[in-house]
């Protein structure tokens, strides 16, 4: 295990070693570094796939991938919260000399949050639609490996919350393909009030 940790911190050094080589890598950074772009982006985009776009996806392809992606955040939430009671990590500035691109969040590093979020509605996004799904699985990975460059996790937290969100959202499109009477609920609800 102590090599596995020894591995780790080195991959974040090596990684994180290069903030201020390359000034405008760190400005990108800082922009997708940020809480609020690509979270913004991909609920923007689960709210044009719940609205039909793009218009050459089936629209109720759409709406699973939407259904499947909601599920999938609150599976994440819920399992790593479930992890947090039992494992603290401290954050890579706590024990490291960091060049920090963020402010320092207080929450345990292990497993990464954001990245378990974005996983699950990237993979679920995907396993409906290869094409607007490779886009949020783009953004997934640039939001997670920007947080690790930046100084927030370390490479295993990022893998931790990888596989949360890929689990989550494998459990939620199971979910919705087992009991279809579930989004068929969700969907005729959505119809009355005029919102799907």
């Not at 997708?32 to 982006?41: A, E, F, R, T, W």
Request: neutral net charge; aromatic residues 16%; glycine residues 6%.
């Amino acid at each position: 295990m102590e090599i596995l940790v020894q591995a780790d911190q080195k991959a974040f050094l090596w990684l994180n070693g290069w903030v201020g080589q390359f000034p405008w890598i760190d400005g990108v950074v800082r922009l997708l570094v940020s809480d609020y772009l690509i979270p913004v982006v991909l609920a923007l985009m689960l709210l044009g796939l719940w609205f039909g776009f793009p218009a050459t996806l089936p629209r109720w392809r759409a709406h699973y991938a939407v259904l499947s992606g909601l599920m999938g955040i609150g599976l994440s939430n819920q399992a790593v919260e479930l992890f947090n009671q039992f494992i603290f990590r401290p954050r890579p500035f706590v024990d490291l000399e960091v060049a920090l691109l963020f402010y320092e969040p207080t929450d345990s590093s292990f497993p990464a949050n954001p990245t378990a979020l974005a996983f699950a509605i990237a993979v679920s996004v995907w396993l409906w639609s290869r094409t607007f799904g490779a886009v949020c699985l783009l953004l997934a990975v640039l939001y997670s490996v920007s947080r690790l460059y930046a100084g927030v996790f370390y490479p295993l937290d990022i893998l931790g919350g990888v596989i949360i969100g890929t689990v989550t959202a494998l459990l939620a499109s199971l979910i919705l393909r087992k009991w279809e009477a579930l989004p068929a609920f969700v969907l005729r609800v959505a119809k009355a009030f005029y919102l799907a």
